[in-house]
């Protein structure tokens, strides 16, 4: 839809055709994404902030809410328009669509909430965190290229570096501990690595990263800093603090309801247009496109984004303070024990804690799997489930699940124990109530009853 309130479809197809002729010049929509312009002019102040001053799309018919693209193909009124949209004289910034493979209006739309929530130039989604990553890697290295990457990563981004890029595209990696900077230093191969890549937060280990340092390290030898904020949108903003871009499993908590898989690539504009180029972009060939309809859920849950984390990471908190508290190993960054507590503390926004994910390390497998067990089908605490960002609390024991795709000396240098529960907290009941079925659990656990 164009920029403006519109009552009447018509008068956007007329306004789209006007623009296509002579007076394109002075047509141009900057909020194709939120704009060079606006980005540096804007003082970024939070997430929350950021998402409230982006632009607010009403519905074709003055719908408070967006309307829905939902049209894979998209019709000129000239024949001549087409040829122009193919060489790349008119596109999504002047409402020029061609098909929605490319850009699609809706789709652009959540880019462009994504865009704000990251601090970023641009943003685009797709259709799961994983092409996210894929499409980004691809496009940033070419065949023999070289990327150094934390050795603490989700276990399908550990495969895609290490089994799946060299295989399929001669693009290898070498894997660091990015707590050592001067490892990192060491690793980066000037002229040859193409991206310096981590998470914010690692999965599962729940390290963090020294992102203005490992950005700082990186840009010296002219190398791309992706990030994976997955663990932690609204909390750390990776761009803002230095990293060119930023992925996303949008699966997670920004969707929030564990019942959508979709990814976001958020960064410059040049690298954003790239992806979607005709003959080189990774996004327009390969094609892991978002579903305009599914593009309009995720852009109705944005705006309690930040409300949801607050709760998710206050409860996270409180139950990390008491488990420890309880004489049990919990990993949590917001706790002052924790290695990077200073560090978090320094990098993250005002207001919305530490994160909403918290380990507790049973040692074995077998004692893993019995609290899970006691969790879920004794007390009510949880799910066992893979993911994260759900409004219940989902349980998974990171070595058997969702990093097996780790050897055992991997999961070792990864700092994964074979007794590493991952918690992501939910917020659904009150904060007592949910304690009450955790802390029984715990008791039953140390009890020893057979189960
Ligand atoms: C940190 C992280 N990044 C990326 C992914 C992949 O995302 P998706 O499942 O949406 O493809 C996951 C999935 O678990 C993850 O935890």
Known sequence: MADTL???????????????GSDECDHHDDSFFVSKKQSKSLVWEDPAAALANARHE????GGVNMSIEASATFTVMEPETMRRMFAGELGPDRDFFIYSRHFNPTVLNLGRLMAALEGTEAAY?????MSAISSVMLQLCSSGGHVVASQTLYGGTHALLTHFLPRACNITTSFVDVRDLEMVKEAIVEGRTNVLYFESVSNPTLTVANIPELSRIAHEKGVTVVVDNTFAPMVLSPVRLGADVVVHSISKYISGAADIIAGAVCGPASLVNSMMDLHQGSLMLLGPTMNPKV?????????????RMKEHCKRA?????????????????????HPDYALIKSMANKDYGYGGILCVDMETEERANRLMNVLQNFTQFGFMAVSLGYYETLMSCSGSSTSSELNNEEKELAGIS???????????GSLEQKWSQLDKALSKMQDKMPF
Do not use: D, W
């Open 58 to 61: 009403f519905g074709e018919h």
């Open 317 to 337: 908190l409180e139950y990390a303070s008491r488990m420890t508290k309880l004489g049990l190993k919990v990993i949590y960054p917001g706790l002052e024990n």
């Open 418 to 428: 074979p007794g590493l529960v991952r918690m992501s907290i939910g917020y659904n």
């Open 125 to 129: 989604c797709t259709a799961s965190g």
């Open 6 to 20: 519109n009552q009447n479809t018509n008068i956007v197809v007329s306004n789209k055709k006007r623009s296509s």
């Open 295 to 307: 593009a309009f859920e995720l852009a109705e849950r944005l705006p309690h984004l930040g409300l």
